[in-house]
């Protein structure tokens, strides 16, 4: 074998190797939107779909089809309307995935989840609300890995921001631990959420952040409805 064919081999080896590693990796950013009057009607109205925006960039060129193929798999599980569009980045490709994902109750999600193999939901605990994976996550993943076994799912993203809407006619109040807002670092975040205001909680999900390891989650707390006699 001449030296330039065996030099090509290794840099395509490790290009190859380069785009597995990344494509195992967390994704680059998750960003959801959620109406104030869809958290607080989920006790009435069951679940409710949350549009979601995952963004994952691959190093290296993707010769062996593992977008197109992971795609298939994933329709399978975030639904027929969920699109999936790949273009060049700086340094391989990028990947934009947009799906819904439902938020609920624990009862009513479990009943969903029934008839649904979305991976991953909102729950709605009193007045926390959290992302979370469900019980069908574990099966997206390992059909994931039967494709190529260096491949694999992550939730925690480098950055998730979740946009809450105000859409109500009382304010309500917004907490939540170690966020960003307005790109600045917010220890314990407090503040109410007005009618046709928006807030954005950014979590950052490196290595160093809490968010590594647990869900993203932030506490809404409503008015409580006035009585009048």
């Known amino acids: 074998m001449e030296y330039k064919t065996i030099i090509k081999t290794i840099i395509k080896t490790v290009v190859f190797a380069l785009f597995l590693l990344l494509a195992s990796c967390k994704p680059d950013s998750l960003d959801l939107e959620i109406y104030a009057s869809d958290i607080q009607g989920v006790s009435v109205r069951g679940v409710v779909d949350v549009p979601l925006t ?4 691959l190093m290296g060129e993707d010769e062996e089809g593992y977008i197109a193929k992971v795609s298939r798999i994933a329709q399978k599980y975030l639904g027929e309307d969920a699109e999936f569009k790949s273009s060049p980045g700086m340094f391989g490709e990028v990947l934009v995935v947009k799906c819904t994902i439902p938020m609920g109750t624990k009862e009513s999600l479990a009943l969903y989840q029934q008839a649904s193999r979305r991976p991953f939901s909102l729950t709605v605990d009193g007045t926390k609300v959290s992302l979370g994976k469900t019980k069908h996550f574990d099966a997206l993943n390992k059909e994931i890995s039967d494709v190529n076994m260096m491949l694999g799912l992550d939730l925690n993203a480098v950055s998730t921001k979740i946009r809450l809407v105000g859409d109500m ?17 917010e220890l314990e975040f407090q503040k ?3 009618r046709r205001m928006s807030l954005v909680l950014e979590f ?4 160093e952040s809490v968010y590594s390891q647990i869900a993203p989650q932030f506490n809404i707390i409503f008015k409580a409805p006035r009585i009048t006699d």
């Open 169 to 185: 006619k009382d304010s309500s109040k917004v907490t939540a631990i170690a966020v960003f807002v307005d790109n600045k670092a």
């Open 204 to 207: 950052k999900g490196g290595d």
């Open 54 to 57: 995952a963004t994952y960039s």
């Open 192 to 194: 109410q959420l007005e």
